[in-house]
């Protein structure tokens, strides 16, 4: 078979021009190409210092096994689980920045590319293939990249947007056939649906909304079934939204920017947000560099940025991407919504996380953890939201901001926190 004259290859032949040396980037999330990922080890005796790039991936990491220290050197722009291990004890290495800054190292040269692994949709009546759920930084990846390896999978949607490449600028193409990945994520648990509630309540009628994936935004996303003509520009989303789209309750009319449509990076889920994004005229995926660029947010009304947190200090510092010294994740795109949705007219900053972990450990702290990150300043937060409550923090003093902070932190907790507060404001 063959897509105008290009015949499909093998992954083990098509990998063949990665040479030692070369920087290669790997597609993200749900179109993470296994295939390809595992030829490219396989090859790992011939090779040297090949610089493997990428944001989130999904599947093995079989390249970061000790044996291919050698072979493979690992930078990740973001951290998640299947390679977390390996970054915390240096096998990996993290690179702190920006979703919407990563496209410009690309594209600037600052981070050359000589081959971009992705996944791609078999091509249309034109010739071409789609990045499908994944367009984030993927996009400026394969324009930069000397050549282009795809896996063309009749599992990946064609999604409108950024994210398409024709046929002819592929060097080589690989059939795959695999399911793509997923996410499926549990049912909230009660201490996420008062969360929910909350951010609900904060909710308005006609805002642009941006949230993650996880229970929290889950059960925010249950809890909006009465609300009218909420639109949406996101990093990522999931399957929640599918719901409210179908009940008519994001319609996109009242936003400044791509009016009517639902705008983001990438979508990783289950198979039934892939299929509603395929050939879905609302659904636009681009760039990363336009999605969070804080310009584009703040023109939609009401922006309601909703993102979690590790652990917050009583003055309202973030820390959402590291548990002390240990990597956990990366900054993302955090601080831009944050940032955004502050600027934009009637918007609301929230961070939201529950008030103890699953071990009943607070994550109301009076200081952050020795070595951790400030993901988000304290002067960006505006609503800080646990299951005890709301805080609302613009515009609050240390000694006002410690104090709504506290209260909605864990009952058990919040005595100390008050001695705690009291020691740091008054200098003892």
């Known amino acids: 078979m063959n897509y105008e004259g290009k ?10 021009i990665i040479k030692s040396g070369d920087k290669v980037f790997i597609h993200t999330a749900a179109a993470t190409p296994a295939v390809l990922i595992e030829a490219l080890t396989t090859r790992a005796n011939d090779l040297r210092a090949v610089e493997l790039l990428s944001i989130h991936t999904e599947g093995p990491v079989p390249y970061a096994d000790e044996k291919y220290a050698k072979n493979f050197i690992i930078n990740t722009f ?26 410009a190292l690309f594209r600037s040269g600052a981070k050359q590319l000589d081959v971009a692994m992705v996944t791609v949709s078999p091509p249309n009546e034109n010739g071409y ?48 056939e695999n399911p793509l990945f997923t996410s499926t994520t ?37 809890k909006l079934i009465h609300h009218k003509n909420l639109g949406i520009h996101t990093e990522m989303f999931s399957d929640g939204l599918v719901d409210l789209v179908n009940k008519g309750v994001i319609t996109g009319m009242n936003k400044i920017t791509d009016v009517g449509k639902i705008v983001s990076s990438f979508v ?17 995926l681009r760039d990363s560099d336009y999605v969070n660029d804080t310009r584009i947010i703040r023109q939609n009304p009401k922006v309601t ?71 988000t300043s304290r002067a960006h937060v505006h609503y800080l939201i646990t299951e005890f409550g709301v805080a609302y923090l613009h515009g609050k003093s240390l000694r006002e901001r410690s104090t709504a902070i506290i209260g909605i932190a864990h009952p058990a907790i919040r005595e100390q926190l008050a001695k705690e507060a009291f020691e740091i404001l008054s200098g003892s």
């Open 78 to 103: 973001f951290v998640g689980a299947n390679i977390r291990p390996y970054v915390n004890r240096g096998r990996a290495n993290y690179i702190p920045v920006f979703l919407s800054e990563i496209p």
């Open 305 to 375: 940025a909703i993102n979690s947190a590790i652990e917050v200090d009583i003055f309202g510092q973030v820390c959402a991407d590291t548990i002390g010294t240990k990597q956990y994740s990366g900054v993302g795109g955090q601080m831009d919504f944050i940032r955004g949705a502050a600027l934009s007219k009637g918007g609301k900053p929230i961070i939201a996380l529950p008030s103890i972990t699953n071990k009943g450990i607070s994550r109301i702290v009076s200081t952050l953890k020795k070595g951790a990150d400030a993901t």
């Open 268 to 284: 990783f889920g289950t198979k039934m947000v892939y299929d509603f994004i395929d050939r879905n005229p609302m659904v636009e």
């Open 7 to 16: 015949e499909f290859v093998s992954a083990n032949e098509a990998v063949k």
């Open 129 to 176: 293939c789609s990045l499908g759920c994944s367009v984030d930084v993927s996009n400026a990846a394969i324009e930069t990249a000397n050549y282009v390896i795809a896996l063309v999978n009749p599992n990946m949607p064609s999604v409108q947007g950024d994210g398409k490449i024709h046929i002819n600028k592929i060097y080589a193409i690989v059939k795959g």
């Open 186 to 222: 549990k049912e909230p648990t009660a201490v996420e649906n008062k969360i929910g509630q909350f951010i609900s309540e904060i909710v308005e009628d006609g805002a642009t909304l941006q949230m993650g994936i996880g229970g929290i935004p889950n059960a925010a996303l249950t």
